[in-house]
């Protein structure tokens, strides 16, 4: 990718790039949490973005999209918005950017990417990422990372149409290999969890349905506003620390379909804590029902699951596999599984052959490495 990215670089504009990466991410547990103030536990994966950027003296951005094949030109100022919506990713970091205070010019850039797109692996924070990262460092803004990623996270919901919460961001751009960050999302602190499932025997894969999951329109701000009603008529800021009980009191002040969302929500906080106890007990069979019953509550109360989803969770249970759930914000993508080392080849036959005969086509499988986040290379 870097090769190619450099190539097309210096086909278009010439010599005299700087190469960026930012990657993707999984995250094991701790879905629609992060904009109810919760626990995530993510990290970075070594699939993302790769661009090549050099500042150009002007105030005109020239980007070039190496996979899409297609170039964009646009200006700084909040009037210039780009029409091409891959183009917006790049705009809105700039604007976002310029928003906080910093003075940026143009520039040119290729870049491409690894990141299935709307496979609920983050693509879009790779992409935002990879420019908040890269034009921090080129006109030595010294914005800290924290920010960087909240820039990506404004870029989504101010051009992009998405009122996403921090997650994926906070992951492309804090990633460290071998480790999974246990982020708060209320106090925004965060520790990094060596994660090393192999050596207790296990493998993460991921398991693409290649139903494509596009989170612009689509329901997922419907599920946050869902949460902000309950949390209001609890007279709490966030989700964030509700019980059950308290939600059962309130439970004919607000929709059924509200109930619903939020007690998966409440149900998720302490999913994610458990996970985290079992890790450091080493103890994989927790994990493993922790995941499974994610799985079922994104299913069944929050309703982001698809047909096709459903039925990778359940083949996964049926070849034993010790975990398996949507991964991301739903509506499609991947399922995350954790699987014993001894199971894992039979399970790939298996999920892959009886994907294929009922849908047609065979879902793609990954393997998870988790690796670095936002650097320059
Ligand atoms: C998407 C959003 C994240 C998060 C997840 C669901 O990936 O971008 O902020 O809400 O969905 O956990």
């Excluded at 925004?188 to 999951?213: I, Q, T, W």
Aim: aromatic residues 10%; negative net charge.
């Amino acid at each position: 990718m870097k090769n190619r990215v450099s190539q097309k670089f210096a086909e278009l504009y010439g010599e005299g790039a700087v190469l960026f990466a930012s990657p993707g991410r999984i995250n094991l547990i701790g879905e629609h949490t992060d904009y109810n103030g919760g626990f995530v536990f993510p990290g970075a994966v070594d699939k993302g973005i790769v661009a090549a950027i050099r500042l150009n003296g002007t105030d005109k951005v020239r980007a070039y999209a190496l996979d899409l094949e297609d170039s964009c030109s646009f200006g700084l100022a909040e009037e210039d918005k780009p029409s091409k919506s891959w183009a917006c990713y790049i705009f809105g970091v700039c604007r976002e950017i310029q928003k906080r205070g910093g003075v940026i010019g143009g520039f040119d850039t290729v870049f491409a990417g690894d990141v299935p797109l709307g496979a609920g692996m983050s693509s879009s924070a790779a992409l935002e990422s990879t420019f908040a990262f890269a034009l921090n460092d080129l006109y030595n803004l010294g914005i800290e990372k924290f920010e960087l990623a909240r820039i990506g996270q404004a870029t989504e919901h101010n051009y992009c149409g998405v009122n996403c919460g921090i997650m994926d961001q906070f992951a492309s751009v804090h990633g460290k290999a071998g480790h999974l960050m246990r982020l708060d999302c209320r106090s925004m602190e965060f520790s990094y969890f060596p994660f090393d499932p192999a050596k207790h025997g296990y493998r993460l894969v991921l398991v693409n349905s290649c139903v494509k999951h596009e989170l612009v329109g689509s329901p997922y701000n419907d599920r946050r506003k869902s949460c902000e009603r309950v949390a209001a008529v609890l007279g709490q800021q966030f989700l964030r620390g509700a019980t059950m009980e308290q939600l059962e009191a309130v439970k004919d002040k607000i929709s059924e379909e509200d109930y619903l969302r939020a007690r998966y929500v409440i149900g998720e906080e302490q999913r994610v804590l458990d996970v985290c106890n079992a890790l450091e007990a080493g103890d994989y069979q927790t994990v493993g029902e922790r995941m499974y019953q994610t799985h079922w509550g994104m299913s069944g109360d929050y309703e982001v699951s698809c047909e096709e989803l459903d039925f990778l969770a359940t083949v996964a249970e049926q070849c034993g596999v010790t975990g398996s759930r949507i991964m991301g914000g739903g509506f499609g993508g991947c399922t995350i599984n954790l699987v014993k080392e001894e199971l894992c080849d039979a399970f790939i036959a298996t999920v892959t052959e009886k994907f294929e005969a009922k849908y047609g086509h065979k879902p793609k499988i990954y393997p998870v490495v988790i690796s670095d986040g936002a650097r320059r290379l």
